[in-house]
């Protein structure tokens, strides 16, 4: 997939601006606070339905306009697709896919990107919610149906939780157990497709681990959970819908006089986290800053490694800034396993932070304009 | 912004469901504008509408009298019960001419985060009517997401006690559409709620 023309109006510091891109690798250079990332905002928000910097739309309508349109056409072969969104500052999105109305999530199938970001050091060194959310992404484009049972899921938790907390310490209430109930089957159907996931996954990371780091460099990723015994979700042959109903179920019980007294949901793929390893020691405690950047950016790879391999094809890859963050070698070797992609789209400051194999058509921006 | 009254005709149309700032506007300037538009019919209609109009007794379904039209139509089945959330409901089953029982009005669906529980629902009413024996089924009709889910199981488990059958309506692919076209979740569902056409 690639991405042929971007045109935005009023989005973040773009009043008016229209790029069109080629395939292969493009270098987006301008100095801090231009607005080359708000340039490739625009087409992670189309692919994502959200920002990979902030949350909700405000912040992407530009400071005095009401709302802010973008257009992005993209090809996936032979076939040409426009993706348009007007984001209104009190109204919902509007989206339109090719001439036809669409819902929001529905971007989420129809453009795939797979970003590396500064912030990307967070999926080692942050907190799980950071780690979730980048099984969550990628899930999402994965299995169709991720997205709508975690969404469900979530809200099944914010009335679950509502209840707890107009119920506590009185557990008599005669709703809690449907609600537990609505939590299993959409909690282990979404714990179902994560592990899955991370199986699919495991071995793209050890392969791109080895890629950045070097071949004598092993890299391991689980998934864990407080309803199962370390090494559970790990094995071979995963868990089963029903065992891991089962699992979540029990560990509901056993929490339940906690959950009453604290009105919360203590168990659940909404507190589950990814335990990362290097050469076997957990990664988040034991790398040092270099093992990090090598994790994180491995773990961007991984996903788009299986992607590429996937039914949607190559996704479109985009390099945030991220090459100022990584030593020579790092770099080196990190253009040298993404320079297959169909289209890698680069921002940077300092053009020669930027490997040679990756300097393709150059395009300087200036103060939300397009040179 | 409008002088004085024509500014709080606009207000007062923006808070109606529906009719966003834009609407508002051009609505009230057709009311000003329109030559001949008679103003004064609208006003009295919306005036006796909030008189007249109250809930069913019964059912709870919309009604200018005690009971509803259709509670007091001899003509309907008398042994069926059909749940919904919203009286609104009752007007998209009953367009299908199809459905020839009663009804009943919830008032909504079960949302803890909207401090809706079974008690502010209409259903200790439900339990009332059903303890007249000629009824013989519940069919729930509650709204096919997370909030009418759980009410329908609700009801589906305080039900269970009763000699009576009760019955979720399906959900699915919709009719004269292509199946390419629907959306994964409600294909899944599609294949969850099949029968078997050959018995």
Redesign the interface.
């Known amino acids: 997939m690639r991405i042929s023309k971007i045109d935005l109006t009023n989005f973040r510091n773009y009043e008016n601006a229209s790029l069109d891109l080629d395939p292969g690798f493009t270098v987006l250079l301008g100095k801090n606070g231009q607005g080359k990332t708000n340039l490739i905002e625009s087409v992670v928000w189309a692919s994502n339905a959200s920002s990979h910097r902030v949350s909700g739309t405000d912040p992407l309508i530009r400071v005095g306009a009401d709302e802010a349109v973008l257009r992005i056409q993209c090809r996936q072969g032979e076939r040409a697709l426009t993706i348009a969104a007007q984001l209104n500052r009190n109204?919902p999105t509007v989206v339109m896919i090719g001439s036809h109305p669409a819902k929001l999530k529905d971007l989420v199938a129809a453009i795939t990107t797979v970003v590396f970001a500064p912030e990307d050091l967070a999926l080692v060194k942050g907190d799980p919610a950071d780690r979730r959310n980048y099984l969550d992404v990628l899930a999402s484009k994965i299995f169709?149906?991720y997205l709508?049972t975690l969404t469900?899921y979530e809200?099944?938790i914010?009335?679950?939780n509502?209840?707890l907390k107009?119920i506590r310490g009185n557990s008599e209430n005669?709703?809690l157990d449907?609600?537990t109930?609505?939590i299993i089957s959409l909690g282990a159907k979404t714990i179902e497709y994560r592990l899955q996931l991370v199986k699919q996954l495991l071995p793209y990371l050890e392969q791109s681990y080895q890629n950045i780091a070097g071949d004598n460099h092993h890299a391991g990723i689980s998934y864990v959970s407080d309803i199962a015994d370390a090494g559970e979700f790990s094995r071979d042959d995963l868990p089963t819908l029903q065992e891991i109903s089962d699992l979540l179920s029990r560990a509901l019980t056993n929490k339940a006089a906690q959950e009453i007294e604290r009105g919360v949901t203590l168990a659940g793929p909404h507190r589950d986290d990814v335990f990362l390893s290097i050469n076997s020691l957990p990664a988040k405690t034991h790398s040092s800053h270099g093992e990090s950047w090598s994790m994180a950016i491995s773990l961007r790879l991984a996903a788009a490694k299986l992607l590429k391999d996937g039914p949607l094809g190559d996704p479109v890859l985009i390099l945030d800034d991220v090459f100022a963050e990584l030593d020579v070698s790092r770099r080196e070797r990190l253009a040298e396993a993404i320079k297959d992609f169909e289209q890698v789209l680069i921002t940077t400051a300092d053009p020669e932070d930027v490997p040679n194999v990756l300097r393709g058509t150059i395009v300087e921006i200036e103060t939300g304009r397009i040179k | 912004m409008y002088a004085g009254i024509v500014q709080e005709l606009i207000d007062e149309l923006g808070r109606l469901p529906g009719i966003g700032p834009k609407s508002a506007q051009r609505i009230a300037f057709h009311i000003v504008q329109t030559e001949g538009f008679e103003v004064s019919n609208l006003a009295r209609v919306l005036r006796e509408v909030k008189e007249r109009v109250k809930f069913c007794r019964n059912c709870g379904n919309i009604s200018e009298e005690d009971l509803c039209s259709i509670c007091v139509d001899p003509k309907r089945d008398t042994s069926k019960i059909c749940v919904v959330e919203e009286a609104k409901d009752v007007a998209a089953i009953e367009r299908t001419r199809q459905y020839r029982g009663l009804y009943h009005v919830l008032g909504g669906a079960i949302s803890p985060i909207d401090g809706i529980g079974p008690d502010q629902l209409r259903i200790k009413q439900l339990l009332e009517r059903l303890s007249d024996t000629s009824i013989e089924e519940v069919i729930i009709a509650t709204d096919p997401n997370l909030e009418g889910e759980a009410t329908a199981v609700f009801l589906s488990r305080t039900l269970s006690a009763l000699p009576i059958r009760v019955s979720r309506i399906a959900s699915g692919l919709p009719v004269g559409g292509d199946l390419e076209y629907a959306d994964e979740v409600t294909l899944g569902r599609a294949f969850e709620g099949r029968r078997t056409v050959n018995d």
Do not use: F, G, V
């Open positions: 109204k169709p149906n709508a469900d809200r099944a914010r009335q679950r509502s209840l107009t005669q709703t449907i609600w109930e609505k």
